[in-house]
């Protein structure tokens, strides 16, 4: 039997990074450029500006719906956990999928965030190439392979 491996053409897709590390901003930004579909990114500093986005509210009145989150669990006025449950108990929220990237290892943490019903878990690298690897695994993982859901 051969194996066969589907390719899709890389869709655009709209991405809300809420990130208060600006050296982690920065990573991720530039581990995108060059890439044949660069996501449209949107950053958000912390948990109550990535609910403002979500929710068009003042500066974010015309934000788009992201097609995927990346969210940080440690910041600042209200945390990635707090996030996670408020985007998955909200009905108009709960289909986008949130891959939670945090320095934590920690099992609890993991099994933690599967509980909050996070779609996916990666450990932050301390190393700038690994960094940048997973980066663009996760974009060319959500723009090319999964299916998401409509707008």
């Not at 991405?15 to 958000?44: K, N, Q």
Request: hydrophobic residues 40%; proline residues 7%.
């Amino acid at each position: 039997m051969t194996e066969q491996v589907i390719k899709s053409k890389p869709r655009r897709i709209n991405v809300l990074l809420v990130e208060d590390d600006e050296g982690d901003i920065v990573l991720t930004e530039r581990a995108l450029e060059g890439e044949r579909c660069v996501p449209t990114m949107h950053v958000v500093r912390d948990g109550v500006e990535a609910m403002w986005f979500l929710k068009r509210k003042g500066e974010f009145a015309e934000a788009p719906r992201p097609d995927l989150i990346l969210l940080d669990l440690n910041m600042p006025r209200k945390d990635g956990r707090e996030v996670l449950d408020e985007i998955k108990q909200n009905p108009k929220f709960r289909s986008i999928p949130v891959v939670v990237l945090t320095t934590s290892d920690s099992e609890e943490d993991m099994h933690d965030m599967y509980d909050r019903h996070a779609n996916c878990c990666v450990t932050k690298p301390v190393a700038l190439k690994e960094f940048t690897g997973i980066i663009k695994e996760i974009r060319k993982f959500w723009s090319t392979v999964a299916v998401l859901p409509p707008q």
